[in-house]
């Protein structure tokens, strides 16, 4: 059928088969009869992106034209996932590339599955970037995002098949070409690091910093189409390599090694994304990665500023800067030492800018999780910009008495000096550190947390005294979204075409305004609306059993309830609680005569996610891989006896993704999302989860409290204890500990069965039960009772299956307010303060 295609025989469509055609023989330069699905795959996308880049352009030009205030959004991570099925939709020519692929021999869905995952991020904060990428374009807000491009992202993850073990591989996404960058090998920046500061004026507080490292910033365009809309944004990535190609000095005498060492530093910076969230390492390397990152995408705003020809103290009225958590901060040194030392503009000048450009978005309130940098680390690599620091903190030479920060402070609060060192950038110590996150918000002009609860906490426990300093309304709540295009349409077609034929509007609309999915609640109880739903859900667990059989050659009962859990691992949200609910459910059924065990509600109990790489620096993190180690090794016992395997199974699904996630989630009854109450500060899956018609299971905690005022109590399975609670229990467990045979005698049962070894390991998991049994930070043993009866209401309930429908049924047609798109306009009416821009 290529043959047919290039003899211009006409197909659905003509141009577009042409076009792949014409990709298959110029751009890959193969003969286009023996192509395969990977190089199908790479013409296709050729093609789409041809259409991308004029849309891109487009875009461009009416910006440049209009000049409307930009957003910019700074974060290390984008967790894109697959972008060719998201640009077919959003382009609109979905069914017109699937004719055509089909009518030259090709199957769209063998094509799509080739495309690598683009893995650059970790989890929740690096997809949430990706979900308002869409959303902006969408919208048609002019948003760019800028991130740094690595050559490996998140390493991919491998279970060792005899003891568990997880094994981490580079990711090398980048090993065949990537149709949906534009290198703009022109667009560079030089970035300094070390060298010398040189104050030359204490009056004005300039300085000259020269000397030093430095290295180029090569930009690489990644093109944003939004759904239903020509306009397509950007994200910018920027690459490092050596400013000269390698130190002809050394070379010439004969010194090979040494000539190619600093060019081989300069690639280093960004040749990996750091694998750990939730936990600040403080490694020169990735402090290096931050500036580098916030250096290079500044100047080039400043450029783009400076072709509209306006007064540099207009900058804050034409760019708003969102920081995505603190890994950004540095840009808010960096944009004073611009405006100071280069642009010449006066201190209070500059701070009044800076403080208008910037807006920050905490993601976490763990403690291990704040960022801070050592002073001496700072002043090495980044010798003025830690003056600067020090500058924001107190100059009594340069800074006037209105921006004099901690003298502010004194006059405001006089005398409480506890008060003044919560309120310091500077953490005194051995080394003294910067806080990063105290840093955000002063140079910040507001500060919001992901989700109402998440946000209050911000308030009252992380920044208390910044509330008081500044007032409340520095402080606010954007509830995180997810887009349901790729989180509803792309990933369960199925259900978007009955949805988009109940509603009787067309899909268009109902995906741009997710509130419209309400009109499902008119169906709840037409019984055949009800079926098909059903049958929707059914199809999607055939899909993931489908899936499973492949790569783990286990047949899987699709008519079990399916319970998943997926999601990085962390001692915070408890995969060890479920995973010990698990083995108590086996034991449980172990015990039942045979008779009675066929009352018992069939379950499948997937996991999935990963763990940072052990540290042995942190102990703590040496206990996750073991949690997997016992879901592997539990699984292999379970999945094997024959008394109880028809009732209960479990899976660990190796190396989470994005198109992992695709799979799982339209295939779930329940999730699992029982974080510790007051430690996650959003979570966005479960509103994935609901968004497909999966019930949640959960603690009172992040948006899961929103998702229940939305859906309703009696349609989310709630347990365990509050937030204020949480405090007090650990205070207890230090002081008064109670044995868990006393506080849970089921949970004791389950921690000695593990112990006797049934599920082997020889005591290596001792380690982590012991954290339950003593200490217990994350109070499993206060929830586990809660925890268990949560899970019998899930049987309960999901033994009157007409019931369960309607829940299905009716948490979806609730998901409105958990769109992105929700969650961009608010960024860009209460924060950005940005409009729209029709093309
Ligand atoms: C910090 C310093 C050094 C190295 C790494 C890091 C680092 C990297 C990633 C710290 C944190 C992260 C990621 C955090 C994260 O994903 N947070 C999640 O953000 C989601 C989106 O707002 C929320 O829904 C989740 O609740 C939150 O855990």
């Known amino acids: 059928s290529w043959k047919a295609a290039l003899r211009g025989v006409t197909t659905e469509s003509p141009e577009i088969s042409k076009s792949i055609v014409n ?82 021999g090709f199957s769209l869905e063998d094509i799509l599955v080739q495309e690598r995952d683009a893995a650059l991020g970790n989890g929740g904060l690096g997809r949430l970037a990706a979900c308002y990428l869409d959303s902006s374009a969408t919208q048609e807000l002019p948003v760019w995002g800028y991130g740094l491009r690595y050559k490996y992202g998140i390493f991919q993850q491998l279970i060792k098949a005899d003891d568990g073990t997880q ?37 004005t507080g300039r300085a000259t910093w020269s000397g030093g490292q430095e290295v180029l910033a090569v930009a690489y365009d990644v093109m944003i189409p939004g759904y239903g809309t020509k306009n397509t944004n950007n994200l910018r990535l920027w690459e490092s390599k050596p400013k000269r190609g390698f130190d002809l000095q050394s070379f010439n005498a004969g010194n090979y090694e ?113 960022e801070k940098w050592s002073v001496p680390l700072l002043e090495h690599l980044l010798p003025r910009h830690l003056q600067i620091i020090f500058d924001i903190v107190s100059h009594p030479a340069i800074i006037r008495e209105s921006s004099l920060f901690l003298q502010s402070v004194e006059k405001k609060f006089p005398g409480d000096r506890e008060k003044l060192s919560r309120l310091s950038l500077i953490e ?28 209050d906490l911000v ?15 520095k402080f606010g709540n954007v509830t995180n979204g997810i887009t349901p295009r790729r989180w509803l349409d792309q990933c369960n077609p199925s259900l978007s075409a009955l949805i988009t034929e109940t509603l009787k509007i067309e899909r268009n609309v109902w995906l741009k305004d997710l509130y419209k999915l309400e009109g499902l609640l008119a169906h709840v109880n037409d019984s055949e609306f009800q079926a098909r739903w059903a049958a ?51 034991l449980l059924i172990k015990s039942l005569k045979p008779e009675e065990r066929k009352k018992v509600v069939k379950k499948v109990v997937f996991f999935a996610g990963k763990a940072a790489p052990a540290c042995t620096l942190f102990k703590m993190s040496t206990l996750l891989p073991l949690t997997i180690r016992l879901i592997v090794n539990v699984a292999r016992v379970i999945n094997a006896d024959p008394d109880t395997n028809q009732y209960l199974s479990l899976f660990f699904l190796p190396d989470y993704s994005v198109s992992l996630a695709e799979i799982l989630i339209p295939a779930s009854d329940i999730s699992q999302h029982i974080s510790t109450a007051g430690t996650e500060a959003s979570g966005t899956s479960n509103m994935k989860f609901c968004l497909n018609g999966g019930l949640l299971v959960g603690t009172v905690d992040g948006a899961n409290i929103e998702i229940a005022e939305e859906v309703g109590e009696d349609n989310v399975f ?36 593990v112990s006797s070894g049934i599920f082997g390991g020889d005591g290596v998991y001792e380690p982590l039960l012991n954290t339950v049994r003593q200490g217990d930070f994350y109070i499993l043993t206060d929830d586990f009772d809660s925890y ?45 303060n940005i409009e729209s821009v029709k093309l």
Not at 429 to 454: D, I, T, W, Y
Not at 798 to 815: F, G, L, Q, V
Request: glycine share 4%; hydrophobic share 40%; no cysteine.
């Open 23 to 104: 990709h298959v023989q110029t751009s890959l330069a193969r003969a286009p009869y023996n192509i395969d699905d990977f190089g199908a795959y790479q013409a296709a996308a050729l093609s789409v992106r041809d259409n991308l880049i004029v849309n891109w352009n487009s875009t461009q030009l009416e910006y440049s034209r209009k000049s409307p205030k930009r957003a910019y959004y700074l974060s290390l991570e984008f967790l894109m996932g697959r972008t060719l099925s998201n640009a077919l939709l959003n382009l609109g020519v979905l069914d017109n590339y699937s004719s055509s692929l089909s009518s030259l």
């Open 167 to 203: 094994l981490e591989a580079p990711d090398p996404w980048l090993d065949h070409q990537n149709p949906w960058e534009l290198p703009r090998l022109d667009v560079t920046y030089e970035v300094r690091f070390y060298g010398n500061a040189q104050r030359w004026d204490e009056g």
């Open 258 to 370: 040494r000539s190619v060492e600093s060019s081989n530093s300069a690639a280093a910076i960004t040749s990996v994304l750091y694998p750990n969230d939730h936990t600040s390492f403080g490694k020169e390397l990735r402090l290096k990665q931050q500036y580098f990152w916030t250096a290079a995408s500044l100047a080039d705003m400043l450029r783009r500023f400076k072709h509209l020809e306006k007064p540099i103290s207009q900058f804050a009225e034409y760019n708003a800067i969102q920081l995505n958590d603190t890994h950004p901060t540095l840009a808010i040194v960096e944009l004073m030492r611009i405006l100071v030392d280069e642009e010449e503009v006066p201190w209070d000048g500059a701070w009044t800018i800076v403080t208008n450009t910037f807006f920050f978005t905490n993601h976490t309130v763990l403690p291990e999780a704040l």
């Open 428 to 455: 005194e110590g051995f080394p003294k550190q910067v806080r990063m996150a105290n840093l955000a918000v002063v140079g910040s002009r507001r500060v919001n947390g992901v989700a109402e609860l998440h946000s």
């Open 459 to 473: 308030q009252k426990n992380l920044f208390p005294d910044f509330v008081e300093f500044y007032g409340k309304s």
């Open 536 to 586: 929707v859900k059914h199809q999607n667990k055939e899909r993931l059993a489908l899936f499973v059989e492949r790569q783990l050659g286990i047949k899987i009962d699709a008519s079990a309830l399916f319970d998943v859990q997926i999601k990085r691992l962390h001692e915070y949200k408890r995969q060890t609680l479920n995973i010990l609910g698990v083995i108590h459910r086996y």
């Open 718 to 753: 709630f347990f365990g204890h509050l937030t204020p609670d949480v405090e007090d229990l650990r205070y207890q467990h230090t002081y008064h500990p109670i044995p868990v045979e006393e506080k849970s005698p089921a949970l004791a049962h389950v921690l000695n069965t």
């Open 788 to 832: 268990i009866r949560a899970l019998e209401m899930v049987d309960e309930a999901y033994s009157d299956r007409t019931e369960w429908i309607k829940k299905s049924i009716r948490t979806s047609a609730k998901m409105g307010k958990f769109s992105s798109d929700r969650a961009i306009q608010d960024y860009a009416q209460e924060y950005w």
